[in-house]
């Protein structure tokens, strides 16, 4: 009876085990799935953490709590970007993709990916450049991502619009600004088979070189073809404001010109000063600027009403040129034009409002037959005999004080308000060391040009100037600057410069001649190329609004 109890108990007893066990069994298996599932999660964790210095907080759970996948072909895109701070615009730019804030990621369809590839493949530029940067400051200054700094970039990416043609080249200007200060810190030159800068007469021989030779390989300027002569499209090219009609007349022929203003990066108004003042000033009239000033305002609204460029930069892409004392004066006539366009004088007087950063200084250049036969060259240090040369109508606060203190007063300085006759103008220039060159009502004068073409050393006389081209070149390196309140002490300041000096001054002088040459047709680096130079730094240096900059 005791027995047959144990064998029913035992029977109940493995009955139940069974049913646990088969309760048991799942639970078990539950339990492996989820340890090795967390396993799994532990390793994308890792893979999370390991990244994370590069994408900061990319990997963000999505509102599932999933982890979200990862193209490859994408992440190396992102890295690119995120690795170089930012600093490779035209790649991200070119590259045609945009991280946007969404938690999910979709892949290009092919048929976009193609369309991206043909974006690039125009402008024929890798994704990834070593040591590239476009931070270039010229005064104006521009926002970059630190790299001292942690930014998380979102996931998903999407195809956006394609870039108009001045966002593709304001990429290549970037481009360009990125190898010019590439020049300019690795102090590598350039071989060229014309001329190599070198030398003190350069702020830095090396940057000018690569920006010249920028300029040349991609600047385009648009001239506006509106408007008649005599006022527009010429200019004079015999007197001391001939640089007007060269300049326009070059500008109208040069290989820069191009006549499809969607592929130019700047835009020329071929507008003569010197003409206006001409054909359209009454000296009887007691309102004489507001003529000369309608005309100009009338040609800006010509233009404006007929091309959408003016309207879409406020001017700040155009830019004119005048040599006539007048010039900046008639161009406060527009005030965009005063304010944002680049405008090129001869008389770049600051008390004026010329500003360095934005508008350009070129020479006043005196051509009596309209050409430069008979004025360059003349004989070596040791054959100058006379101290220093000056002959001048009286005119301007600072010439009176000059004749006053050396009109014929001393062999040494020969200061003339008027030459005796069968004296030589050209020939006392090559006579002398040093060529005296104040200014008269204005800044400009032709007399530092014709002291550089005949080796004279020029001192120059001046307030408030900005000599032709020092963006580029160091006039104290090649000239002597003389304060207005020390020419009571002009004889001992230039007797005191030593022989040795003074040679390298006017060694100097010669080397940096050929950038103040008028050649016809224009050579590389004459006063032409130099002249478009300094306007293409102003381009470089411009942010036009509405363009998207990444």
């Known amino acids: 009876m005791e027995s047959s109890k144990k064998r029913m108990c035992y029977s109940l007893w493995k009955s139940a085990s069974t049913r646990l066990l088969w309760i048991m069994v799942p639970f078990i298996l539950v339990s492996v799935f989820f340890a090795f599932g967390n396993n799994s999660k532990i390793s994308t964790s890792l893979f999370s953490s390991s990244s994370s210095w590069l994408f900061s907080s990319v990997h963000k759970k999505s509102s599932g709590g999933e982890q979200p996948d990862f193209q490859p072909k994408m992440v190396a895109v992102a890295v690119a970007v995120a690795g170089n701070g930012g600093t490779n615009r035209e790649e991200a730019l070119l590259e045609d993709y945009s991280f946007n804030s969404s938690n999910s990621f979709s892949p290009l369809t092919a048929e976009a990916d193609q369309e991206v590839q043909k974006e690039a493949q125009e402008i024929q ?205 008639i161009s406060k006539a527009v005030p965009e034009l005063f304010k944002n366009s680049i405008r090129a004088l001869c008389n770049a007087n600051t008390s004026e409002g010329f500003k360095p950063s934005k508008d350009v200084s070129f020479p006043e250049i005196l051509l009596p037959g309209g050409t430069m036969d008979g004025l360059i060259g003349g004989p070596s240090p040791s054959r100058r005999s006379i101290l220093a040369f000056f002959a001048g109508g009286l005119h301007g606060p600072i010439r009176p004080i000059l004749l006053d203190h050396w009109e014929n007063k001393d062999d040494d300085m020969q200061v003339h308000r008027y030459l005796p006759k069968g004296v030589s103008y050209y020939g006392m220039l090559r006579k002398s060391k040093y060529c005296l060159c104040p200014s008269g009502y204005e800044v400009a004068s032709p007399r530092m040009v014709e002291a550089l073409y005949t080796g004279c050393v020029p001192v120059l006389l001046k307030d408030h100037y900005v000599p032709p081209f020092s963006d580029v070149l160091n006039w104290k390196s090649f000239s002597v600057e003389v304060p207005v309140e020390e020419i009571p002490n002009l004889k001992n300041i230039l007797a005191g410069i030593s022989t040795r000096q003074y040679i390298r001054l006017q060694r100097r002088g010669k080397q940096v001649r050929r950038h103040f040459e008028v050649n016809l047709p224009p050579k590389r680096y004459d006063v032409f190329h130099m002249i478009l130079h300094s306007i293409w730094l102003r381009r470089l240096n411009m942010r036009l609004r509405g363009v998207e900059y990444l």
């Open 125 to 329: 530029q890798p994704v990834i450049q070593k040591n590239e940067s476009f931070n270039i400051s010229l005064d104006i200054p521009h926002e970059f991502p630190s790299l001292n700094e942690t930014h998380a970039l979102p996931i998903e990416t999407r195809i956006k619009r394609k870039f108009s043609n001045l966002e593709r080249l304001e990429a290549k200007l970037w481009k360009s600004r990125a190898s010019i200060k590439e020049a300019a810190m690795s102090g590598n030159q350039t071989d060229d088979s014309d001329y190599v800068p070198s030398g003190p007469m350069y702020w830095n021989a090396n940057a000018f070189h690569r920006s010249y030779l920028e300029m040349e390989k991609q600047f385009k300027v648009f001239v506006y073809e509106e408007g008649d002569q005599p006022i527009f499209h010429n200019g004079p090219c015999k007197s001391i404001y001939a640089m007007e009609g060269n300049f326009i007349y070059q500008m109208e022929t040069t290989k820069f010109r191009t006549r499809d203003p969607e592929k130019a990066h700047i835009f020329f108004l071929p507008i003569s000063v010197t003409a206006i003042v001409h054909f359209i000033y009454d000296r009887n009239s007691r309102e004489h600027w507001n003529p000369m000033k309608q005309t100009l305002r009338d040609y800006i609204n010509l233009v404006a009403g007929k091309y959408p460029y003016w309207n879409r930069s406020l001017g700040a892409d155009h830019f004119i040129l005048a040599c006539h004392d007048w010039g900046p004066e």
